[in-house]
């Protein structure tokens, strides 16, 4: 089994940054191909970013592209999302997520973490 948890989540004002970290144990992460999702009070679970195994390609969602970056640091076992210039439609729980596939849709992840809040004030 493997387990990931999010750290990195708080209160920011609109326009600031912040960084999410998803450690992941009982596996190598560098086995699969890792993502971010997020989720706000009643809205489904969104996909808003993905990387692949070797770290070569990612993906993301039009509403964050050139604002968020998401990366990954093996040594470590953990996976990153840098959120720049963030929104208050940005506010959501934020969830990290491990794959054997490559994809965006979050049926194809079978391991996720407990969740971070991220609130972004207007």
């Known amino acids: 089994q493997m387990q990931l948890v999010e750290s990195g989540g708080g209160l920011v004002e609109a326009g600031g940054s912040l960084r999410l970290s998803c450690t992941a144990s009982g596996r190598t992460f560098r086995s699969y191909t890792a993502g971010w999702f997020r989720q706000a009070p009643g809205k489904d679970r969104e996909f808003v970013a993905v990387i692949n195994r070797s770290g070569s390609s990612t993906a993301y969602a039009d509403s964050v592209k050139g604002r968020f970056t998401i990366s990954r640091d093996d040594a470590k076992n953990t996976v990153y999302l840098q959120m720049n210039s963030l929104k208050p439609e940005d506010t959501a729980v934020y969830y990290c997520?491990?794959?054997?596939?490559?994809?965006?849709?979050?049926?194809?992840?079978?391991?996720w973490g407990q969740g971070t809040q991220v609130t972004v004030s207007s």
């Open positions: 997520a491990a794959s054997t596939n490559w994809g965006v849709n979050r049926n194809e992840y079978a391991y």
